[in-house]
């Protein structure tokens, strides 16, 4: 039990630093790259290459991860290649420089998260439904990461960003060490292809949910910030914003391990996209309303909390044995990857044709569009979940 315990505390101690730094490098990235005088085309092109990379980097990392059978390896390598790639951020000269170097940093750094994921469930075995326990750590390091650094960036400028980032990496690359793999990967009794997992229709429905879910996220992760910026809010407040939804965040993951059992993972995951919609559609409309903006900003509770940890437990289900780690990575690349790279570059064309409140109701209707998907496409799970 000691050893089990002490396995949890590192498992969420990487979970700890890898979202510190993408607490770091989400929220203020945009803040950072209008401050080297960027415009809003150019700030979601530049964040769309990180969420891009993710179509590719997880699944090769997750394909060499599955057949060496070396998940934590893997971790390892790529963090600390993530932490010299992007410390040529300091050299790089123009945007043509800097986008090459976010392509390189993303690359490695997109590989690692999937195959750690892969590692909790393992270290968890028939408990997987306690997951959001410890993948809760991640998200205090998130709500430290913004809130530190909006008192940080008013202080000091947004010109200390990257020093901080870089910082957090190499945490992460020491983290990293302090985790193993749990033995041998088990090997699945079928012998269904990864293809013929994909196939399945509610498998590829919940693809596409990942899909829409994460692209609706887009104007969020690569404008809010600056859209709050824009109507006044001082960056301490916005980071204690971002910091409000993690927390709404951190609430659930503490009482998912009984949500699930109780409502069945169709059903949440459902009642998620809709309260996504909603989110959304208060963002656009009262953004100069400080309290409906705090109300929209603890539906991250639902929005990334329930979500997520719904869609971690169905991959897991669903893709077992020497399939665990791809599984992982596949909804990494649709999610993240492409719908957080589309998300990120219409994201940057709307702002600029269509305004801010346009771009956000666009996101309205892609997750709204993700619930009549799962409406139709998920029958089949609520018998099991």
């Not at 969420?51 to 390896?73: C, E, F, L, S, Y």
């Not at 439904?129 to 940080?152: N, P, T």
Request: glycine fraction near 8%; proline fraction near 2%.
């Amino acid at each position: 039990m000691a050893e089990l315990r002490l396995a949890h505390w590192r498992l969420g101690a990487f979970y700890f630093f890898y979202f510190a730094a993408l607490g770091s490098l989400i929220p203020y990235w945009g803040m950072y790259l209008r401050s080297l005088g960027y415009g809003a085309e150019a700030i979601g092109s530049l964040l769309a290459v990180i969420m891009a990379t993710k179509i590719v980097a997880p699944n090769i990392w997750g394909w060499i991860a599955d057949h060496r059978q070396q998940r934590m390896g893997v971790v390892r390598l790529a963090s600390w290649l993530a932490a010299l790639a992007f410390a040529a951020v300091f050299i790089a000269e123009g945007m043509g420089e800097l986008m090459l170097v976010m392509i390189v940093f993303s690359f490695f750094w997109n590989a690692s998260l999937p195959q750690f994921e892969a590692v909790t469930m393992s270290h968890l075995g028939d408990d997987s439904h306690r997951y959001s326990i410890i993948r809760l750590w991640g998200s205090v390091g998130f709500v430290v990461a913004v809130a530190l650094l909006g008192l940080l960036i008013d202080r000091l400028g947004a010109a200390i960003l990257p020093w901080i980032i870089l910082a957090l990496l190499l945490t992460i690359a020491l983290a990293s060490h302090w985790v193993c793999d749990r033995g041998r990967l088990a090997v699945s009794n079928h012998q269904d292809s990864l293809w013929g997992i994909v196939r399945q229709p509610a498998v590829a429905s919940l693809l596409v949910v990942c899909f829409l879910m994460q692209m609706s996220h887009g104007p969020y992760y690569a404008f809010y910030s600056i859209y709050l910026d824009e109507h006044g809010y001082p960056s301490n407040i916005i980071g204690l914003l971002w910091a409000l939804g993690v927390m709404a965040e951190i609430a659930v993951f503490i009482i998912m391990h009984r949500l699930i059992p109780r409502f069945g993972l169709r059903r949440l995951l459902l009642w998620s996209l809709l309260v996504t919609s909603l989110r959304w559609f208060l963002i656009a409309r009262f953004v100069d309303d400080a309290v409906i903006l705090l109300f929209a900003q603890l539906l991250h509770a639902a929005s990334f909390g329930i979500y997520h940890a719904v869609v971690i437990t169905l991959f897991h289900r669903w893709f077992t044995g020497r399939h665990q780690g791809r599984g992982q990575a596949l909804y990494s690349s649709i999610s993240f990857g492409a719908g957080g790279a589309i998300g990120s570059f219409y994201s940057g064309y709307a702002w600029e044709g269509l305004g801010a409140e346009a771009t956000f109701m666009i996101a309205a209707l892609a997750s709204l569009l993700a619930f009549a998907v799962a409406w139709w496409g998920l029958v089949a799970e609520t018998r099991q979940a």
